[in-house]
């Protein structure tokens, strides 16, 4: 009954490598989010979505690119990875009436070697 | 600009002693907190709201406006807290959630 899917789970790839991670959910939510989270610095925000044709930048855009393919679908992509995004990457959703709540995917590992 | 501080990053206390994780928040407007954990082997989930007042799993956060803090208390611990916790600022004006660093807490038996 996962809610919020992230795939892949684990993902190990080298440096110069275009990589995309993938996020759907049966919430139906308006609102996605993704996330990175690293030791001793927690989760910080990348991109986020409002809608299919509201796309927003976080605090850590640089490198990353997204896309809303669907209401249920964000996607996150590095297009040309470098050992310094090798991080936990988390999707999340929430409510058009954001509460501050929101519903978090397990994860996706990406190391970039 | 909206900061959530969580001076800690690894508290560890025995089960049956109280618990307090700190989180100090910069925010120029009415703040919204948060604390969200992650146990092993689960996803990140909301624990408690402030604006809710409830004790949730034995655990309470009082907002302290004076001193800008939204400290996490539990006046016994168990095993099971042992966990990932994050304090997090809602920006109401900005819809945006912001963390802090987390706290990892480990409740020794």
């Known amino acids: 009954d996962a809610d919020v899917t992230q795939t892949p789970r684990n993902r190990i790839t080298k440096t110069g490598k275009r990589i995309m991670l993938e996020c759907s959910q049966t919430?139906?939510?308006?609102?996605m989010y993704w996330y990175r989270q690293d030791p001793g610095l927690g989760l910080r925000l990348i991109y986020y979505?409002?809608?299919?044709?509201?796309?927003n930048k976080g605090e850590i855009s640089d490198g990353y690119s997204v896309s809303r393919q669907a209401q249920a679908k964000f996607s996150l992509s590095l297009e040309s990875a470098i050992p310094n995004q090798t991080a936990l990457y988390f999707c999340?959703?929430?409510?058009?009436?954001?509460?501050?709540?929101?519903?978090f995917g397990e994860g996706s590992r990406l190391t970039v070697l | 600009a909206q900061r959530v501080t969580q001076p800690e990053k690894l508290l560890s206390v025995f089960k049956g002693a109280p618990v307090e994780l700190k989180c100090n928040y910069s925010y120029s407007g009415s703040p919204e907190l948060f604390w969200y954990v992650q146990y092993s082997r689960q996803r990140l989930q909301l624990l408690l709201r402030h604006i809710s007042r409830e004790s949730i799993k034995g655990f309470t956060a009082d907002l302290n406006k004076g001193e800008t803090s939204f400290h996490l208390k539990k006046p016994f611990a168990q095993e099971e807290d042992s966990a990932m916790y994050y304090c997090?600022?809602?920006?109401?004006?900005?819809?945006?959630?912001?963390f802090g660093q987390g706290t990892r807490l480990t409740i020794n038996p």
């Open positions: 999340a959703t929430s409510e058009a009436m954001n509460t501050g709540e929101l519903f």
């Open positions: 979505s409002f809608d299919v044709k509201d796309i």
């Open positions: 919430k139906g939510h308006d609102r």
């Open positions: 997090a600022l809602f920006s109401r004006g900005a819809q945006k959630l912001v």
